[in-house]
């Protein structure tokens, strides 16, 4: 699971391989490390246009959109590359897991011999 994206967090794209912060306001209201969550649609700080989150967490919502984590997509083919190492969104590897077998309809385990 990777640490939540917040207001402030760097990102790092072709146009600014140095890397710009996530725009304010994000979302206000939901406080990762005392700082607003980042969510898909926020912006963050490029040359030239602003470049938008476009991909997150599609399980937690923060305002109605996915929350933005470490190493989510923006939409001039940078990245995420900070996050709050305490809070941690997403689904488990195990679950992950889970999903695929149950997805596949295949079993976790090997009948004993």
């Given at each position: ?6 207001v402030t967090?760097?990102?790092v794209?072709?146009?600014m ?5 996530v725009?304010?306001?994000?979302d206000p209201?939901v406080?990762?490390?005392h700082?607003p969550a ?11 246009p602003?470049?938008v989150?476009?991909?997150?967490e599609?399980t937690?919502l923060i305002g ?8 989510d997509?923006t939409?001039?083919g940078g990245?995420?590359t900070m996050?709050?190492p305490n809070?941690?969104i997403?689904t488990?590897a195990?679950a ?12 976790l385990?090997?009948p004993?011999?």
């Amino acid at each position: 699971m990777p640490p939540a994206a917040r207001v402030t967090d760097l990102h790092v794209c072709p146009f600014m391989p140095a890397g710009g912060p996530v725009a304010a306001p994000c979302d206000p209201r939901v406080l990762i490390g005392h700082m607003p969550a980042a969510r898909v649609g926020d912006v963050a700080t490029c040359a030239g246009p602003p470049d938008v989150i476009v991909a997150g967490e599609p399980t937690v919502l923060i305002g109605y959109r996915p929350a933005a984590r470490l190493g989510d997509p923006t939409a001039r083919g940078g990245t995420i590359t900070m996050g709050c190492p305490n809070v941690l969104i997403g689904t488990s590897a195990q679950a992950r897991t889970l999903e695929r077998a149950a997805q596949e309809g295949t079993p976790l385990c090997e009948p004993c011999a």
